[in-house]
């Protein structure tokens, strides 16, 4: 080998060996050594939302737990999959998803292909449920689902509706099958939008977290006729939930959990979902996430996993009803 080829091959082995640890993820920390560097939480929906406000508000408690800034990231869009995709594609337990159930659970069954495996999303801590409302504009004049069954019988396909996320179209989807109403859907791209023609009676029906519609509820122009929880709301204490009405199809809790990557330390999930629980005990984060329209329901990686089976299972159920197979 000539001097000169000797040498580059040299200063290319060694370049190469430099430029080596920036190619790599980032090393998985021991639950001693967790958080050794700033956190990243990546939310799936815009500031503002429910699931926003209360990540921020985690945020700040854990950061001072933990003595690492905590850095909450909004990336809407794209029925929850520009969140999913960025916080995978960091392969770093130091950057984690939050974000509602709701948000994944129907993909494999509105999608062709998925940029993303969701055996991948490795459950955490189970942080709140959101509380999901069935509202009408009150100018409909219907005060209770029982009577907007009965409008919806005598007008069929005359009354529309929307939702807020592909698991919400499905669970309202099956809803109308199982009674046997036949109403049209709406799409939205922006709840925003959905909640200015509900509050105006262009559409009917609207599902989302109380959240989106609480300032027109406060108005007097939208009406919450149920929640789909399994129990009554602290925000909403006087409205039934759908089981509490007779309709057992529109029942679900509006998870909301953190997620890590693949090959997360099974210890520093505990330590994250003990952390979670202990800043959940506190009586100001209560009294805030209650006035978002979530109810406080910290659980365990084990616990957030069983619930989300659960969706899963209503999921695929509902899809079954309408021949809907999910992407292998």
């Excluded at 580059?8 to 082995?13: E, G, R």
């Excluded at 925003?192 to 509050?199: E, F, K, P, R, S």
């Excluded at 300032?215 to 006729?225: F, I, R, W, Y």
């Excluded at 399994?230 to 007779?246: D, F, Q």
Aim: avoid cysteine; proline fraction near 9%.
């Amino acid at each position: 080998m000539s001097r000169p080829v000797k040498n580059w091959v040299v200063s290319t082995l060694f370049a190469t060996a430099l430029a080596l640890p920036l190619l790599l993820p980032p090393p998985v920390a021991g639950a001693d050594a967790w958080p050794n560097r700033p956190v990243r939480f990546i939310v799936t929906l815009g500031p503002g939302s429910g699931v926003d406000i209360g990540a921020r508000l985690f945020a700040d408690k854990l950061s001072e737990r933990w003595g690492q800034p905590v850095v909450v990231e909004n990336r809407p869009g794209g029925d929850g999959m520009v969140a999913i995709t960025s916080f995978l594609s960091a392969h770093d337990d130091h950057t984690l998803l939050v974000s509602p159930v709701s948000s994944f659970t129907a993909h494999p069954y509105f999608h062709d292909k998925l940029p993303y495996d969701p055996r991948d999303l490795i459950p955490i801590a189970r942080i709140s449920k959101t509380v999901v409302a069935v509202s009408v504009p009150t100018s409909l004049n219907v005060n209770s689902l029982k009577e907007l069954e009965a409008m919806a019988r005598a007008k069929p396909d005359q009354l529309n509706w929307t939702t807020a996320t592909g698991f919400t179209d499905f669970v309202f989807a099956g809803y109308l099958h199982t009674v046997g109403l036949k109403m049209a859907k709406v799409p939205y791209k922006n709840p925003a939008g959905a909640v200015t023609d509900l509050a105006s009676g262009t559409i009917q029906v609207y599902m989302p977290a109380y959240a989106i519609v609480r300032p027109q509820v406060e108005a007097g122009t939208v009406k919450v006729l149920a929640v789909t929880n399994h129990e009554r709301a602290p925000a909403l204490p006087n409205v039934p939930t759908a089981v509490e009405e007779g309709y057992p199809s529109l029942e679900f809790d509006g998870l909301v959990g953190l997620f890590g990557p693949p090959g997360i330390a099974d210890e520093v999930r505990n330590k994250i979902a003990d952390d979670i629980r202990s800043v959940a005990a506190d009586p100001e984060i209560i009294k805030r996430l209650t006035a978002t329209g979530q109810i406080v329901s910290p659980g365990n990686a084990t616990e957030f996993a069983a619930s989300i089976a659960q969706q899963r299972e209503q999921v695929a159920a509902v899809a079954k009803l309408f021949g809907n197979k999910p992407v292998q």
